[in-house]
C-alpha cells in the first residue's frame, strides 16, 4: 500500500487525457465564469443548457466540457455554482423555481430534497422510453433515492455511502475479526478497551440526521412509515422499538468517552481529524477520508504509516443478526420543469451520468459512481480500493426519510436529539415526533 503514496505519474487509458484534479478555488471560478456566460444567454450557436451545480473539485465542469464538445453543436452545457450547504443549495433552487424560472435546465439535487422538489411541480417529467436507460445498471439505493410516488422523476448521477473505517492495528489488538460483521456495542468496547476514539457525527447539523438514520434503518424501523400523504397523516416510527434501539446505540456512545470531549459539534471533517490522530480507533464516514490521508501523506503533514494502517468495511449492525443499512448520499440531475430545452436536457442528462464520465468523476473528485459498472474499473480501483465494499454498501443503504416535508423533518430531529448526551431512550423519540408532527400542522416553528 505504501507505493499509494507517491504522487502518480500521467497515464493515458482507453484514449482519454491523463486525468487531473482541479484545485477546488480554480474550480469554483471557472464555474462561476461559465455562470456569468449563462446568464447572457444564448448567443444563436449550439442550444444553451443552464447546469446548477454544487461546489466540488471542477468535476462537473469538466463534465460538462466533454459533453458540449460530444453533442457536437447539439448543445452547450454552461455550469451555475450553488451556495456550499445543501440547505442553501435548496433555498435558492426552491426561490427560482417557484417563480417559474426557465433559466434552470439542469439542476444537481440532494437525493432529501426530490420527493419536495417534485411534489411541487418542479421537475420535469422523465419520459418513458429513458428511465430504463437512465436505471440500468445502477445500484439500489441511487434508483431508490430517485423515485418518488413510484415514478423516477431523478435520474441517478453519483452515489455516496459511509463506511466503516478502522485502524487495523487497533482492531487486531482488540481481537475484532474485521472480516465479518461488527456491531456498535462491539466497537465500543474495543474502544474503551484499546483507550481509542470510536469517531461519528454528533454535529446538530445534517450529518446528525444521516446518523440517526442509519441507525433506525439498520435497526428494522423507518423514521417515517407512511410519506405519500398530507402533513397531517404523517406517519412516524420515532416511538417504536427500532427507534428506541437506536436511541441506546446514541446513548451508549454519548456516555461511553470514546467519543471525545467535543462530540456534539464532531462533523465528518472533525471526526476525520481524529482518526488520523494517535487516538484514532474506529469511524463511520465517507470515503473521502481515503484522498484525504494519502494527500496529507504526500504533503508531509501526515506520517505515511497512518493510512497504511487504515482499514474498511460495511457499516456497523446495530442488532447481531440484522444486516446494517448505511446512510445513502450523493447527488441526483433533475431536469427544470419550466426549462424550454427538456428534450436536449435529457440528452445532456444522458451524457453527464455515462460510465465513462461517471469513473472520471470518481476518480478526479473522489465522489463515487452510482453505475455498478463503474467499481470494477481498474483505474478507480487503483484510486480507491475500497471501492468493492463502497458498492456493496449503496446496494443496502437506506435513502433518508422520503417525504415533501424533509427539511422540516430533519431540523426536527437535530433539535431533539442534540446533543447526543441528552438522547433517552423511549423518550427522545416521541419528544421528535411530537415536535414533527406540531410544526407540519403548523402549530410549532422551528
Known amino acids: 500500500m505504501a507505493d499509494r503514496h507517491r504522487r502518480r505519474g500521467a497515464r493515458t487509458v482507453r484514449g482519454r487525457a491523463p486525468r487531473r484534479r482541479t484545485p477546488a478555488l480554480g474550480a469554483a471560478l471557472v464555474m462561476s465564469g461559465a455562470f456569468l456566460a449563462a446568464c447572457g444567454g444564448d448567443s444563436g450557436g449550439a442550444r444553451s443548457l443552464t447546469w446548477y451545480v454544487n461546489p466540488d473539485a471542477g468535476g462537473q465542469a469538466a463534465i460538462a466540457e466533454r459533453c458540449t464538445e460530444e453533442a457536437d453543436g447539439a448543445y452547450s452545457i454552461e455550469t451555475a455554482v450553488l451556495p456550499r450547504e445543501a440547505a442553501a443549495q435548496r433555498e435558492q433552487l426552491v426561490r427560482r423555481l417557484a417563480a417559474n424560472d426557465s433559466s434552470i435546465d439542469l439542476m444537481s439535487l440532494d437525493p432529501p430534497f426530490i420527493p419536495e422538489f417534485a411534489e411541487a411541480g418542479f421537475l420535469a417529467e422523465i419520459p418513458e422510453d429513458r428511465v430504463d436507460g437512465f436505471t440500468e445498471g445502477v445500484v439500489e439505493s441511487a434508483v431508490v433515492g430517485s423515485t418518488w410516488k413510484d415514478e423516477l422523476v431523478a435520474v441517478p448521477f453519483w452515489a455516496n455511502t459511509q463506511l466503516l473505517w478502522y485502524r487495523k492495528s487497533v482492531a487486531e489488538a482488540a481481537g475484532l475479526d474485521m472480516s465479518k460483521p461488527v456491531t456498535w456495542d462491539q466497537l465500543v468496547q474495543a474502544a474503551q478497551e484499546q483507550d481509542k476514539l470510536l469517531g461519528a457525527q454528533g454535529v446538530r447539523a445534517e450529518a446528525l440526521t444521516v446518523w440517526i438514520n442509519a441507525l433506525v434503518a439498520s435497526a428494522g424501523g423507518e423514521i417515517i412509515t407512511e410519506t405519500d400523504v398530507g402533513p397531517e397523516d404523517v406517519e412516524l416510527g420515532l416511538a417504536e422499538d427500532p427507534a428506541v434501539r437506536a436511541a441506546e446505540v446514541m446513548q451508549n456512545i454519548a456516555d461511553s468517552g470514546v467519543a471525545g470531549p467535543a462530540f456534539s459539534t ?181
Open 266 to 446: 464532531q462533523d465528518e471533517g472533525a471526526s476525520a481529524d481524529r482518526f488520523e490522530s494517535e487516538q484514532g480507533g474506529f469511524m463511520v464516514n465517507w470515503p473521502f477520508v481515503w484522498p484525504r490521508a494519502l494527500g496529507a501523506a504526500e504533503n508531509g503533514t501526515l506520517d505515511p504509516s497512518v493510512p497504511d494502517d487504515y482499514g474498511w468495511t460495511i457499516y456497523p449492525r446495530v442488532e447481531e443478526n440484522e444486516e446494517a443499512r448505511p446512510p445513502y448520499g450523493g447527488i441526483n440531475l433533475g431536469v427544470g420543469a419550466f426549462s424550454e430545452n427538456t428534450d436536449l436536457a435529457f440528452d445532456a442528462a444522458e451524457c453527464i451520468t455515462s460510465e465513462e464520465n461517471q469513473a472520471e468523476y470518481f476518480i478526479t473528485n473522489g465522489n463515487p459512481a452510482s453505475k455498478a459498472a463503474v467499481y470494477d474499473d481498474p483505474e478507480v480501483l487503483e484510486e480507491f480500493p475500497m471501492a468493492p465494499v463502497i458498492r456493496d454498501s449503496l446496494e443496502q443503504a437506506a435513502p433518508r426519510p422520503q417525504t415533501a416535508y424533509y427539511n422540516e423533518v430533519s431540523q426536527s430531529l437535530q433539535r431533539v436529539y442534540h446533543p447526543p448526551s441528552s438522547v433517552t431512550p423511549g423518550r427522545t423519540g416521541e419528544r421528535a415526533a411530537d415536535l414533527i408532527k406540531a410544526v407540519l400542522a403548523k402549530e410549532q416553528l422551528l
